[in-house]
């Protein structure tokens, strides 16, 4: 299973980057592929390429602001969710994933 994200908050700054890490977190505690593209700031730092988002099996964006290039997931499988939200539940979220991911098997 591979998941992608996109995280930003209003201030660009520590929910942005706050809510990455508990992303990366959670799916690395359940050996899941994960990559999070940043949207701060500083603008848009370890940008998802279209390979990544088109070999993902789940897209996961915040919703505080607006996401630059929302138009790159068309077609996929978006889960969208508040900054704070993923920062609190990122680990029920990749639970939730893990469970529809396997029961589409």
Same mark, same amino acid.
């Given at each position: ?16 980057y706050m ?27 370890t940008e998802l ?11 996961? *964006? ?5 996401? *630059? ?8 499988? !978006? ?10 539940? !990122?680990?029920? *979220? ?10 589409? *098997?």
């Amino acid at each position: 299973m591979k998941i992608v994200g996109v995280t930003s908050c209003p201030s660009g700054v520590a929910h942005t980057y706050m809510s990455a890490e508990a992303l990366r977190t959670a799916a690395s505690e359940h050996n899941i592929e994960v990559k999070v593209e940043t949207q701060g700031l500083s603008g848009i730092e370890t940008e998802l390429t279209q390979n990544e988002i088109d070999e993902a099996d789940f897209v996961v *964006l915040t919703t505080d602001t607006s996401i *630059l290039g929302i138009d790159r997931f068309k077609g996929k499988k !978006a889960i969208k969710i508040k900054a704070r939200e993923l920062i609190d539940y !990122a680990d029920d *979220l990749i639970e939730q994933l893990i469970d529809t991911y396997q029961n589409k *098997l």
